[in-house]
Every structure is written in structure tokens, then in C-alpha cells.
């Protein structure tokens, strides 16, 4: 089992920036790959990045890159995703999701996730 908490969201103009943290507790953290999703109104959920320490590898959609990070603390107890450049369509609800497997950008893939945090982004 690994619970997880996000934080960090809130309002903000384009092109400003917004970090946003995903605290994770439960047995072997450290051996979970995580991933940021987001979701607006009626639209589906979205893969944004995905982070994994035991191979230390990250990567995000195409639709975020060269804006967004997704970095660790090395023992996986807190995941962020640094947000830049941020644009009007970045407004969502952001979850942090974790699975066992690498890889997987759906969300039918991750097995646990939090509830989520709200960032709007302002003209």
C-alpha cells in the first residue's frame, strides 16, 4: 500500500510557475514509479510525467516538455513536478499516481493515487 498526498497547487498568471509536491508513505517507496496526471473539466485524464529512482529516469508528454520536470528526493518520499511557462490550458486538477511498473502513461495502469490539486492558470 502507498498513500499519497499532493500539494503545491493554486492560482497563478501565464506564464508563471507553480511546483507542485506529492508526499508518498507506505512499504518500499523507493521501489514505485510515480506519475503526474491532470484533468480539466470534461475533459479525460492526462498523462503529464512519470519518475522512477531505482532507474533514474523521468520523462513528461510532449505537450508539457521543455516546461515541466518531474524530480525526487532520491528515496522517493516526496515527488515534485516543477511547473514553468505555464499556459491557460495547464488549468487542472493534478494527481499523483504510483504503480510498481516502468513505463505506463495510462491511468488504468497506476494502482494508487491521491486526491488530487487544483491549479488554475489566469490570462
Known amino acids: 500500500q502507498v498513500q499519497l498526498v499532493e500539494s503545491g497547487g493554486g492560482l497563478v498568471q501565464t506564464g508563471g510557475s507553480l511546483r507542485l509536491s506529492c508526499a508518498a508513505s507506505?512499504?518500499?517507496?523507493?521501489?514505485?514509479?510515480f506519475g503526474w496526471f491532470r484533468q480539466a473539466p470534461g475533459n479525460e485524464r492526462e498523462f503529464v510525467a512519470t519518475i522512477s529512482a531505482s532507474i533514474a529516469i523521468a520523462n513528461v508528454a510532449d505537450s508539457v516538455k521543455g516546461r515541466f520536470t518531474s524530480s525526487t528526493d532520491g528515496a522517493m518520499n516526496t515527488v515534485t513536478l516543477q511547473m514553468n511557462a505555464l499556459k491557460q490550458d495547464d488549468s487542472a486538477v493534478y494527481y499523483c499516481a504510483a504503480v510498481t511498473t516502468w513505463g505506463a502513461r495510462t491511468q488504468s495502469a497506476y494502482d494508487y493515487w491521491g486526491r488530487g490539486t487544483q491549479v488554475t492558470v489566469s490570462s
Open positions: 507506505g512499504r518500499a517507496v523507493n521501489m514505485y514509479t
